[in-house]
């Protein structure tokens, strides 16, 4: 097992990089502790893989350093580094048994027989494949394949560190929950270092204590599901965590007055106060679906909108609102009537997010 650090880590596929977008990483430093159960959460593009490969030595990075434990890893090759990878789709050898699939890694660095049968064991109760041990791969469903494949990564108890690349994509949406429930479970048992690269939100948080939200070959956030949640500090975050994602208002200070457009927001003065001092014109305001308080009279300090639409989900419905020409979203529970044509809204104070070029700043509560 090994603590991950990178260091001032940057790739480009390119030969001559010279601006930003001509990185797949973007300078970065970042540290995943030893026997920590993390996710690499992020869309299409963002660099999750290049990541990931860059850390099980699969590609060399452009600049910076892969330090496992403090040693310089760079110019190791993957089988030097002692990691586990398990790929999107399985990786089982067709003609061996589940049993003989399993213990491949380990007979591989000559384990003893004995020692051998002993984690196969108890990967396979674990993963719940000890009635298959005797079938040849080539008669499993695409299931059971990648539960081995995931076998075989979980099987050496000597790894730096187990890398998932997004391993249910080919799994039933019914068992997905299911095993990602389990593998929870063998994190907890094993305590490995593991990074679960995922696209879905819900994927990265029911496996993960912390998660890295990439964006644009960057890690923008990195914190618990909750803090990502409650607090994201950039405005992707924001859109990407939660469903429907985070409102984002755009804002400008007129006369000392908070203004959406043309229409004032009725707010706390200390986001005023902080506009004072922003010299940019990308500015908004973050507020989430959930923390909107929605009134179907008008209370003190309350804003009025025109409701467009609602979206009933059973438990809770989703409000589409206008306020003055901005586009919002407002969640209530099922207790709350949904109201018609006419709402007011009421942002408390310590739900609104303040962001600059993006990214949250920090605003003191009097
Ligand atoms: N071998 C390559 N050669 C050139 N560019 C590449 C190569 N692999 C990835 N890229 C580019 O690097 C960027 C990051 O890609 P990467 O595959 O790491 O993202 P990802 O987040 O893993 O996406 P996905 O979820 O689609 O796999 C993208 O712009 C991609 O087009």
């Known amino acids: 097992m090994a603590e991950i650090a990178l260091k001032s880590l940057a790739h480009s596929y390119l030969p001559n990089p010279t601006k930003p977008g001509d990185y797949a990483i973007r300078e970065m430093n970042h540290v995943w502790q030893q026997g920590g159960a993390y996710a690499l959460l992020g869309p299409s593009g963002c660099g999750k893989?290049?990541?990931?490969?860059?850390?099980?030595?699969?590609?060399?990075?452009?600049?910076?350093?892969?330090?496992?434990?403090?040693?310089?890893?760079?110019?190791l090759p993957p089988e030097a580094r002692n990691i586990a990878q398990v790929f999107q789709f399985p990786v089982v050898?067709?003609?061996?048994?589940?049993?003989?699939?399993?213990?491949?890694?380990?007979?591989?660095?000559?384990?003893?027989?004995?020692?051998?049968?002993?984690?196969?064991?108890?990967?396979a109760d674990a993963l719940e494949?000890?009635?298959?041990?005797?079938?040849?791969?080539?008669?499993?469903?695409?299931?059971?394949?990648?539960?081995?494949?995931?076998?075989?990564?979980?099987?050496?108890?000597?790894?730096?560190?187990?890398?998932?690349?997004?391993?249910?994509?080919?799994?039933?949406?019914?068992?997905?929950?299911?095993?990602?429930?389990?593998?929870?479970?063998?994190?907890?048992?094993?305590?490995?270092?593991?990074?679960?690269?995922?696209?879905?939100?819900?994927?990265?948080?029911?496996?993960?204590?912390?998660?890295?939200?990439?964006y644009e070959g960057q890690v923008v956030q990195f914190g618990t599901?909750?803090?990502?949640?409650?607090?994201?500090?950039?405005?992707?975050?924001?859109?990407?965590?939660?469903?429907?994602?985070?409102?984002?208002?755009?804002?400008?200070?007129?006369?000392?007055?908070?203004?959406?457009?043309?229409?004032?927001?009725?707010?706390?003065?200390?986001?005023?106060?902080?506009?004072?001092?922003?010299?940019?014109?990308?500015?908004?305001?973050?507020i989430r679906p959930e923390f909107i308080e929605v009134h179907d009279t008008a209370v003190e300090g309350s804003m009025a909108v025109d409701v467009e639409h609602v979206q009933d989900l059973g438990t809770y419905s989703i409000l589409y609102l206008k306020l003055g020409e901005t586009s919002l979203k407002a969640r209530i529970e099922e207790e709350q009537d949904a109201p018609v044509g006419k709402a007011y809204l009421r942002f408390p104070n310590d739900r609104v997010g303040l962001y600059v070029d993006e990214f949250r700043v920090e605003v003191p509560h009097e």
């Open 49 to 75: 893989s290049t990541l990931l490969n860059i850390i099980s030595g699969l590609l060399e990075p452009s600049s910076g350093e892969v330090l496992f434990d403090g040693e310089r890893v760079n110019s």
């Open 93 to 123: 050898y067709d003609t061996m048994t589940v049993y003989d699939n399993l213990a491949f890694p380990l007979r591989n660095v000559k384990t003893p027989e004995d020692r051998v049968h002993e984690r196969v064991m108890e990967v």
């Open 129 to 214: 494949l000890t009635p298959h041990l005797k079938r040849k791969a080539k008669n499993l469903s695409a299931d059971e394949k990648q539960k081995v494949s995931m076998g075989r990564g979980l099987v050496r108890d000597d790894v730096s560190a187990i890398l998932f690349d997004e391993p249910l994509t080919v799994i039933d949406p019914q068992l997905k929950w299911k095993l990602r429930r389990k593998l929870k479970e063998i994190h907890q048992r094993f305590e490995i270092t593991m990074v679960y690269v995922t696209h879905d939100q819900l994927e990265a948080s029911t496996f993960a204590d912390k998660i890295a939200v990439m």
């Open 225 to 286: 599901p909750r803090e990502l949640f409650e607090a994201p500090n950039h405005t992707f975050v924001g859109y990407f965590i939660g469903s429907p994602g985070m409102n984002f208002i755009d804002v400008s200070l007129r006369n000392g007055r908070v203004m959406a457009g043309e229409t004032e927001l009725h707010i706390g003065r200390e986001i005023a106060k902080a506009l004072q001092d922003v010299r940019t014109t990308n500015v908004k305001l973050g």
